[in-house]
């Protein structure tokens, strides 16, 4: 009985758990505080790992979504850190606490080093799209870098030594946590004049309201920011990225073989482009896109890197809808654009 009950028992489990899930958001739609994205600019610096005394400085700005906040202080806090952390956390900027927290007379090897002010947070600048943005420059202190070369046994095999930011940002009651790797480079075997990666750009957005059958967009028409485009509630309109695929990289780096003492070879690569889709009010389908070609199925002679808005079927409370694309690569770049839609009733 008990075997036989063990089953019956997850399966309602189970059931809960799914209709719970049917509450949720879409996570493509943006309703409380969440950080969209950080971009650095440079997103990497090519250096000897020798002569580490720089100077190094970077920009970094982070894009944060509050479009129902009705434009409450936003402040953020950002501490760097030498630690490694995951691919997908790279990529998303999702995570936890990776920094420790910043204690000015530590001598800990992994010491964080304060990029704001702890005690005076900056304020984050609103912009007329409900949400806000926020650039702080920082100058890299020789000691970090020395730190993070010491404690990433890579770096000193010549593959990339990260530093990690991470920016804890509040209003009201709410309270994110969002992480960004730097990349520190050094130039691989016979390419010591690779330039360091830059940030991929959208050059323009398409829209068009359906698809042939072959997925070909039916009279695709040019975005523009001046004039916004019209969707009825419970409609529809795809959206198309431009220009930053053809801004993909091609770039030589460092990679351990398989063998049992693994050694270091160089490759050569091109990078892929990830997009990812949001907005204030409504949804889209696919939530993300990426330049490479599906590997489990044949190849297309079109890779799909447009994805499409659903209007929510209510009229929410300001017609006028945010929505935000962001684009990123691999190796730690990132910037986005963002528009404006009007929902109407038809």
Request: proline content about 12%.
């Amino acid at each position: 009985m008990i075997r036989r009950g063990g089953p019956w028992m997850s399966v309602g489990v189970l059931a809960m758990f799914v209709a719970g899930c049917g509450n949720f958001e879409d996570v493509t739609t943006v309703i409380d505080l969440r950080v969209l994205a950080i971009a650095a600019e440079p997103p990497e610096i090519v250096v000897d790992p020798m002569h580490l005394d720089g100077p190094f400085q970077t920009t970094l700005t982070a894009l944060v979504g509050d479009p129902t906040g009705q434009a409450r202080p936003i402040s953020v806090d950002v501490l760097a850190c030498p630690r490694q952390i995951d691919a997908v956390t790279a990529a998303t900027g999702r995570n936890g606490v990776v920094c420790k927290p910043f204690d000015p007379q530590s001598t800990d090897p992994d010491a964080s080093v304060a990029v704001t002010p702890s005690s005076a947070p900056p304020m984050v600048d609103r912009t007329p799209f409900g949400d806000g943005e926020i650039a702080l420059p920082f100058v890299f202190p020789q000691d970090l870098l020395l730190r993070a070369y010491r404690l990433d046994p890579f770096a000193q095999l010549g593959f990339q030594m990260p530093i990690t930011f991470q920016f804890v940002v509040a209003a009201g009651d709410q309270r994110e946590i969002a992480t960004k790797r730097m990349i520190f480079a050094v130039a691989p075997p016979d390419h010591p004049d690779q330039p360091a990666n830059s940030n991929p750009h959208l050059t323009g957005l398409s829209t068009y309201v359906s698809r042939d059958d072959q997925g070909m967009p039916v009279d695709p028409q040019p975005f523009e920011l001046d004039h916004p485009p019209e969707v009825p509630l419970g409609g529809s309109l795809w959206f198309e990225p431009e220009g930053a695929d053809g801004q993909a990289e091609t770039y030589f780096t460092r990679a351990l073989t398989r063998e049992a003492n693994p050694q270091v070879v160089v490759n050569q690569l091109k990078e892929t482009l990830r997009y990812a889709f949001y907005t204030s009010a409504g949804s889209w389908s696919p939530p993300s896109t990426i330049t490479a070609p599906p590997i489990v199925r044949e190849q297309p002679e079109r890779v799909h890197l447009e994805s499409r808005y659903r209007a929510p079927t209510v009229m929410p409370a300001d017609p006028n809808v945010t929505f935000w694309v962001i684009v990123r690569d691999e190796r730690g770049g990132a910037s986005w654009t963002k528009g404006r839609l009007t929902l109407v009733t038809r």
